[in-house]
């Protein structure tokens, strides 16, 4: 049984994929720069970026965006996912109780996945959709130094 000693630590998305429902890889891609975060304390913290984002042409040293033109303002969150709150494990499954997020329609949702493991390796798995498919995240455990 999964438990949450199983889930704690740092991990580093390795890829993400997308399969039919006769199990068929319809998508693949690994140009994301992602990391998740599961607490002892049960907690869980999501920053999930595009990988090779433009820095601001003047971020006056903050740590927001609260410098950034417009366009920069678009650019930098285009594609984002960003979250933190709680989680809980059932049936082999991860519940992701969102209470703050980068987009406000997060807030208050629960993001359920399926969890496995192979190794340092954590694949979560969305619950198929309409036509299916089924959404992979891979993720590898980071070592602690």
């Not at 693949?28 to 975060?37: A, F, P």
């Not at 303002?73 to 997020?101: I, N, P, Q, S, W």
Request: charged share 25%; glycine share 8%.
């Amino acid at each position: 049984m999964l438990t949450r000693e199983d889930m704690v630590g740092v991990y580093r998305q390795i890829g993400e994929e997308v399969v039919d429902k006769d199990g068929r890889l319809v998508h693949s891609d690994n140009n994301r720069s992602s990391q998740i975060m599961y607490s002892a304390d049960g907690y869980v913290g999501v920053v999930s970026t595009p990988a090779g984002r433009k820095k601001l042409a003047n971020s006056g040293g903050r740590t927001d965006l609260a410098n950034a033109t417009p366009e920069e303002l678009v650019d930098a969150t285009r594609a984002v996912t960003c979250y933190a709150g709680r989680f809980e494990l059932k049936d082999g499954e991860v519940f992701h109780h969102v209470e703050m997020a980068l987009s406000p329609n997060l807030v208050g949702q629960i993001m359920i996945r399926r969890v496995h493991f192979d190794g340092p390796n954590l694949t979560l798995s969305a619950r198929p959709d309409a036509q299916g498919h089924v959404r992979r995240i891979l993720w590898r455990r980071v070592e602690a130094k």
